[in-house]
């Protein structure tokens, strides 16, 4: 007997009795039950209760007589289909595994986490505006497809109590058509102004909080392609800061030069 096909078949699946009768009922092709206990050496009190889950698992046949005939399935079928059960496993735990990792947000050692995806990106966006206490300051370079109606009502819900200002490109590309962001978000408390922006994203809240959001875009729609957005949430409350007391020095300085 060869004991690494026995630990092989341990492996995917089998009892240690289970294996024993699928390696020597798989020499003899078929047999009955009493023959396949005694090449085994499995107790003839268990041998049927094997035989039979052995069937359930599809590694052998039963031809139903009297008494019943135990027949062998080709290993090549067997092997194929369980090496794509363990390859399909693994790559599902692959998946879950990178999944929880990184639950679409991964911390690093400092106060910065990196979000993936774009529903998780809108929402930290959502969530960054409804917790400001006195302002939020945008620059829009572009907008994901389920972005605006959210945005819109989060901004207009929330400029009642704080100051919000925003530099946005004259439109963006989302489904094939440009929408001008400014309309779209337009509302006589909020502060918006046209420029011209890179197609990137970043918010600031109350100089504590800041998210710097990038995408690919697609070459035809130039519109945001999902699985390579990523935003850097950055809670350095000096470096947010600094970028807050340059955004109002643009501000001022597009303020003046449209007036």
């Not at 699946?13 to 050496?41: D, H, Q, V």
């Not at 094939?176 to 909020?190: F, S, Y």
Request: charged share 30%; hydrophobic share 35%; glycine share 2%.
């Amino acid at each position: 007997m060869n004991e690494n096909i026995i630990e092989t078949l341990n492996k995917i699946g089998l009892t240690k009795y289970e294996s024993l009768a699928f390696y020597y009922l798989n020499s003899m092709i078929e047999a009955k039950a009493p023959e396949i206990s005694e090449k085994s050496k499995i107790p003839r009190t268990k041998i049927y209760s094997v035989l039979k889950s052995l069937e359930e698992k599809g590694f052998i046949e039963i031809n139903k007589g009297h008494p019943n005939i135990y027949k062998s399935i080709n290993p090549s079928i067997i092997f194929k289909r369980e090496t794509k059960k363990i390859n399909d496993e693994l790559k599902n735990a692959e998946l879950e595994l990178i999944y929880n990792h990184e639950n679409n947000t991964i911390k690093t050692q400092a106060p910065m986490w990196l979000i993936r995806g774009e529903k998780k990106i809108v929402n930290k966006e959502i969530e960054l505006i409804k917790k400001a206490k006195n302002h939020v300051n945008m620059r829009i370079g572009f907008l994901f497809e389920d972005e605006i109606s959210q945005l819109k009502t989060t901004l207009k819900n929330k400029s009642e109590s704080i100051d919000i200002n925003i530099l946005a490109s004259p439109y963006c590309i989302i489904n094939n058509k440009k929408v001008n962001i400014k309309k779209e978000l337009e509302n006589p408390n909020i502060n918006i102004y046209n420029t011209d922006l890179p197609y990137a994203k970043m918010m600031i809240c109350d100089g504590k909080e800041m998210l710097h959001i990038y995408s690919k875009f697609n070459e035809k729609t130039r519109s945001p392609i999902n699985e390579t957005s990523i935003a850097m949430w950055n809670q350095y409350p000096e470096i947010c800061k600094n970028y807050d007391d340059r955004y109002y020095k643009i501000l001022k300085k597009l303020k003046t030069k449209q007036k």
